[in-house]
């Protein structure tokens, strides 16, 4: 992986890189120059110095020929001594153009010194009109060596000529490619500067690019950067989360989803329970003439029938009330007592009803017509299957934050199984009430009412009885467990 | 858009790139080449060729003769020369080559004590050959090992030859000789004496003159009028034949006049070409040269020694006006 840190090292690098190249070759070239010129000037340096020393000698002989000295004798053989010292230097200098002049430069010193020798020995035997003879051929020589000097310099100018030229030339043609060489190394930074800047700016586009996305809520858009470095790795962290959030809210959908549909169902059932209620009972015509009828029992003394007929138009007047308001306990217990007198009117000994009821709790509210079909319920199962008869018990007990309702028969009792699907309302009931509301119906109009699914208990030993027990909160609302 | 960007990016990196890429090439193919170093083992000889009158196409063909075939031989050759007739130059020309110890000198000869005394004492200190050119000087006053250039003498005889032949044996001849004696001028002299002499009725008025231009006119003024009648000019000394020339022409008729000369001057060509000289002399001063390098190698390898002392004689022939009069 390319760190962003690695590219611009690698390009500050390069950049170091080549600079130093250039300074290098620069230096090299430079270099290279400085010792062609210095090679030149030493070529004129050592050609007029040769000559200097031949004038040299001419001034020292003189000065000997006029005071014959050892000390001057000693300069003369100094200066013959340089001569000759640089006659090996001049040999160094010789090529094929200027060979000719460079032997004659030597050859007219050789002659200089022969001739200046001859002068001095001519002075050594007193013949100072010869000595002063060979002094004055040494004098020409020495202007001959001056006029070679001139030609050889002329010659080496000639020579050099094309060398200068060449130079001169190299010197235009390097600052010619210093130019190009900028131009170039100038652009290709230029470029490869843009091109970093880019791949870090290019992805971070791209990311807010896809923030943006994200903010305005699309997280189904893949998000993608081109690059190899640390933003790759960012995004793709950018694509886990988008991804993690996506999954996240198609969850939450899914359970608000689940939970619109639970609460439909429940108004479903709550609605359609109501009106099959509603439509079942029409009694107004019937409520009436049953009051008519208690009337006219009463009045043809038939006391008995008269209370009776009252009983069952209280029950029906009481049914058919609302179903989903709420009555106190005493109002349930009153209509079951009135129910019960019914019942043992129809029974007589069959049916033996206890009533244990703590009166302090009475004022509680309930939902209307709860305890009604559970009582029916016990009667059916214990009272009307069997011909001896059987026992219903109906208690109201104080149980800390509850209300405890129990309902007890000896019926035969019912299986778990039932009990069970009771509980959970998926028990189809055939028996028919008077009421036209099974025990499932209060199950979940409790459940509703209370809101809370724990509220009932069924305990049944087969062939012993049932007992039905019903929780209800003393504040409503309130449904924590026992 | 992006694209046709990269494309122009990558164009310009490429002709940048090129004309670095040029640039750098040139840099590096900057060559020259300096010159072949110098053996001083395997020394070539140095020879000088000294003359004066530079400015002659004389001359010059001596030269080149001589350089090509230096060339030839594979030697040096330095033409050390001077315009005009200048003989300090020339001498230290002369001494010059001397005290730089050539392998062998071709000079000029000049018949002068300071020639002489160069050639004879210092040349033969450093025992540097000497091969007279062109002109000689005679080798006992010399010591120069041969001469290479026209036989004078014989170029005298056939100019005379000419004359007669053109003026017939009658009449006056003057003939212009440089005031200082030049052996090659007494050389011709000599020759066209020994042709006059046989013709008895042919009168020869030499008349020596300083070179210059004025001084000939005035001479050839003086000449006229000291002798009208006279029909032939031979300027001995081909320097003077402008000069002579000029002046006859201001006082008479050239036409009817026979006018000759030698070719070893620069105005000699022009005046044949103008009719003004019936017939020169022609030398061959090419082969001066080349034969003179030639010998002078063969002496210094040891091939011919001694050189012949006579000296080696080119041919001469006698070249008439084109126009023929």
Do not use: C
Not at chain 2, 179 to 190: A, D, I, K, S
Request: aromatic share 8%; no cysteine; glycine share 4%.
């Amino acid at each position: 992986m390319n760190t962003i840190q690695k590219k611009i090292f690698t390009l500050t690098s390069v950049i170091v890189v080549i600079m130093m190249g250039i300074w290098i070759a620069l230096s090299l070239y430079i270099r290279q120059t400085h010792d062609q010129y210095n090679e030149i000037l030493q070529r004129y340096l050592v050609l007029n110095e040769a000559n200097e020393d031949s004038q040299t000698l001419i001034t020292e002989l003189n000065n000997y020929l006029y005071d014959p000295t050892p000390a001057n004798m000693r300069k003369i053989e100094d200066s013959e001594s340089a001569i000759l010292s640089m006659e090996s230097q001049i040999w160094e200098l010789g090529h094929v153009e200027n060979e000719f002049e460079l032997v004659n430069y030597i050859h007219l010193m050789d002659s200089l010194m022969a001739t200046v020798q001859r002068s001095i020995s001519l002075a050594d035997q007193e013949d100072s009109e010869a000595a002063f003879r060979e002094f004055s051929e040494a004098t020409r020589i020495a202007n001959y060596i001056s006029d070679t000097k001139t030609s050889l310099v002329e010659t080496e100018i000639e020579t050099y000529d094309v060398v200068y030229r060449g130079i001169i030339a190299r010197s235009t043609e390097v600052n010619r490619f210093g130019i190009w060489l900028i131009l170039l190394l100038t652009f290709t930074l230029m470029m490869f500067s843009y091109m970093l800047s880019r791949s870090i700016t290019r992805p971070i586009n791209q990311l807010t690019e896809a923030a943006n996305t994200l903010s305005l809520g699309d997280f189904e858009k893949v998000v993608t950067v081109h690059s190899n470095d640390e933003f790759s790795f960012l995004a793709k962290t950018f694509n886990r989360m988008r991804l993690n959030i996506n999954n996240l809210i198609l969850e939450i959908q899914k359970q608000a989803e689940l939970e619109k549909e639970l609460q439909d169902n429940k108004i479903l059932l709550h609605e359609s329970q109501f009106r099959s209620l509603q439509s079942q009972i029409n009694p107004h015509f019937l409520f009436n003439t049953l009051n008519t009828i208690s009337k006219k029992a009463y009045l043809e003394g038939s006391q008995e029938t008269s209370d009776m007929l009252v009983n069952v138009a209280d029950l029906l007047r009481y049914n058919l009330k609302s179903l989903d308001r709420s009555v106190t306990l005493m109002e349930e217990v009153a209509i079951l007592d009135r129910y019960m007198a019914i019942q043992k009117a129809r029974y007589t000994e069959r049916l033996i009803f206890l009533k244990d009821i703590d009166d302090t709790l009475l004022d509680s509210r309930i939902p209307a017509l709860t305890l009604q079909p559970i009582i029916e319920n016990a009667i059916i199962h214990s009272v009307e299957t069997r011909e001896e008869g059987g026992k219903v018990t109906f208690r109201i007990k104080n149980d800390r934050d509850f209300i405890r309702i129990e309902i007890e028969d000896d019926g035969p009792g019912i299986a778990q199984e039932t009990s069970d699907r009771l509980l959970d309302g998926s028990y189809v009931s055939k028996e028919g009430h008077s009421t036209g509301i099974g025990f499932i119906n209060v199950v979940k109009r409790m459940q509703l009412f209370y809101d809370s699914d724990d509220l009932i208990q069924i305990e049944s030993k087969l062939g012993l009885g049932t007992v039905i027990r019903l929780f209800i909160p003393k504040q409503r609302g309130v449904s924590e467990h026992v | 858009m992006n694209k046709l960007l990269s494309l122009f990016a990558l164009l310009t990196l490429s002709v940048l790139g090129y004309l670095t890429y040029v640039s750098a090439e040139s840099i590096i193919n900057t060559e020259w080449h300096e010159p072949l170093p110098l053996s001083r083992e395997n020394q070539h000889y140095r020879l000088v060729l000294i003359s004066q009158d530079s400015d002659t196409p004389f001359w010059n063909s001596v030269a080149k003769g001589a350089v090509e075939r230096a060339e030839q031989e594979g030697v040096m050759l330095e033409v050390l020369n001077n315009y005009g007739k200048n003989d300090e130059v020339f001498l230290s020309n002369l001494e010059l080559g001397i005290h730089s110890r050539v392998d062998g000198i071709i000079v000029q000869g000049l018949d002068e004590e300071a020639f002489k005394e160069l050639t004879k004492v210092k040349a033969a200190f450093y025992s540097i050959p000497i091969i007279t050119i062109g002109e000689d000087v005679p080798m006992e006053e010399s010591l120069r090992r041969t001469y290479v250039g026209s036989d004078h003498f014989l170029a005298g005889k056939l100019i005379a030859q000419q004359l007669i032949a053109d003026m017939g044996e009658t009449g006056e001849v003057a003939i212009l000789l440089d005031e200082n004696t030049h052996y090659y001028q007494t050389l011709r002299m000599e020759g066209i004496e020994s042709i006059l002499k046989l013709y008895p009725d042919i009168t020869l008025i030499k008349v020596p003159t300083d070179p210059s231009k004025d001084k000939v006119m005035a001479t050839t003024q003086n000449l006229l009028n000291q002798y009208p009648d006279i029909e032939g000019f031979i300027a001995v000394n081909a320097d003077a034949a402008s000069g002579m020339i000029q002046e006859i022409s201001r006082r008479k008729q050239i036409a009817p006049l026979y006018n000759y000369s030698f070719d070893d001057h620069a105005d000699i060509d022009s005046l044949m070409q103008q009719g003004k000289l019936d017939a020169i002399v022609a030398q061959d001063p090419e082969k001066m040269g080349n034969w003179g390098v030639g010998l002078l190698i063969e002496w210094l390898e040891g091939e011919t020694v001694p050189l012949d002392f006579d000296g080696y004689f080119t041919p001469v022939r006698i070249r008439e006006s084109q126009d023929g009069l």
